[in-house]
């Protein structure tokens, strides 16, 4: 099954949580069940992108492999991994949140993003139409949380900050809407376990 078949019935909530995926790990898994807790979604999306436009291509593998490791990794009957933006033929973000609301009208999506990507918003392509175009949640990384609170891009539309405790209402809410989540934090990171499996020179 593709992403662009999967079951999206009226007033669906789906998180998508995009990335290089590479590889895909415990700390992707923790983000999307505590964002499905706590924004009341009814699925997670895991958008493994071909090759991200701020990353160098060296030492990554091929979108097969991360795809393919991603989807052995999610391990919950509504975590689905997908190569969406290979499907769609998008390579950034905003196009690729533009394809999936114009091909899923009554699916109330929210992109989640980690602390540390939202200090890095600001270099996205049209990160600022990215913002009024989807609702964003936010989930706490270690030495990354009070940073994102404090970012640029958390400063650009402060009327659209929800309180935590209104995090189930951030998928209906119309964007520019943004929302920072709480719960345990991974130290895992795909750089460090790339680093580990790294053959010894």
Excluded at 58 to 74: H, I, S
Excluded at 110 to 130: C, F, H, Q, S, Y
Excluded at 131 to 145: D, L, N, Q, S
Aim: net charge positive; aromatic share 8%.
């Amino acid at each position: 099954m593709t992403a662009l078949s999967f079951s999206t019935g009226p007033g669906l909530k789906v998180g998508l949580l995009g990335g290089s995926f590479n590889p895909a790990h415990e700390g992707h898994r923790l983000v999307s069940l505590m964002a499905m807790r706590q924004l009341g979604l009814d699925q997670v999306w895991w958008l493994v992108s071909p090759q991200n436009p701020l990353k160098s291509a060296a030492n990554m593998a091929p979108v097969e492999e991360r795809l393919k490791l991603a989807q052995a990794t999610t391990r919950h009957p509504r975590i689905f991994a997908a190569d969406i933006e290979t499907e769609l033929n998008t390579r950034f973000t905003f196009d690729t949140v533009r394809a999936l609301q114009k091909r899923f009208t009554q699916t109330h999506f929210v992109w989640l993003l980690g602390a540390d990507n939202m200090i890095e918003l600001p270099r996205w392509k049209n990160w600022r139409t990215l913002m009024k175009t989807i609702p964003i949640a936010v989930y706490p990384r270690p030495g990354f949380t009070l940073k994102a609170r404090l970012s640029p891009a958390a400063k650009t539309f402060p009327n659209a900050l929800l309180d935590g405790s209104d995090a189930k209402a951030l998928a209906t809410r119309a964007a520019p809407a943004l929302c920072f989540l709480e719960g345990p934090q991974s130290s895992q990171s795909a750089t460090a376990i790339r680093r580990q499996n790294a053959p010894v020179k």
